[in-house]
């Protein structure tokens, strides 16, 4: 089992910056993808960034690219999304996931796209921006 726990969600007016972080727990794998999600109501889970296991590159939905960055801290099994210049469209339950497959490359947007396969989530944070 793998436990994900998301933080730093809040209240941000548009314009503002935010920092999510996932804190990663249990078992490890050898290879895997890593990546932030996100849902608002009435809506499908969204990708929003990601990384395969190697960390060579990362992957972002276009409507982030420029805005968003996704890190990781090995020491700390913990996951960043720096949100900066945040609009109101960016309102939404934030989720990592953590998915046992590995990719490379462009193949890795259609691991992320795959919402269900994904492993193991988190419960969420949630970021609301104010216009």
């Known amino acids: 089992q793998v436990q994900l726990a998301e933080s730093g969600g809040g209240l941000v007016q548009a314009g503002g910056s935010l920092r999510l972080s996932c804190a990663a727990s249990?078992?490890?794998?050898?290879?895997?993808?890593m990546g932030w999600f996100r849902q608002t109501p009435g809506k499908e889970r969204e990708f929003v960034a990601g990384?395969?296991?190697?960390?060579?590159?990362?992957y972002y939905a276009d409507s982030v690219k420029g805005r968003f960055t996704i890190s990781r801290d090995r020491a700390k099994n913990t996951v960043y999304l720096q949100m900066n210049s945040l609009k109101p469209e960016d309102t939404a339950v934030y989720y990592c996931?953590?998915?046992?497959?590995?990719?490379?490359?462009?193949?890795?947007?259609?691991?992320?796209?795959?919402?269900?396969?994904?492993?193991?989530w988190g419960k969420g944070t949630l970021v609301t921006v104010s216009s």
């Open positions: 249990g078992r490890t794998f050898s290879s895997y993808a």
């Open positions: 990384f395969s296991w190697s960390g060579g590159n990362t």
């Open positions: 996931a953590v998915v046992a497959n590995y990719c490379s490359g462009d193949r890795c947007y259609d691991v992320f796209a795959d919402i269900d396969g994904m492993d193991y």
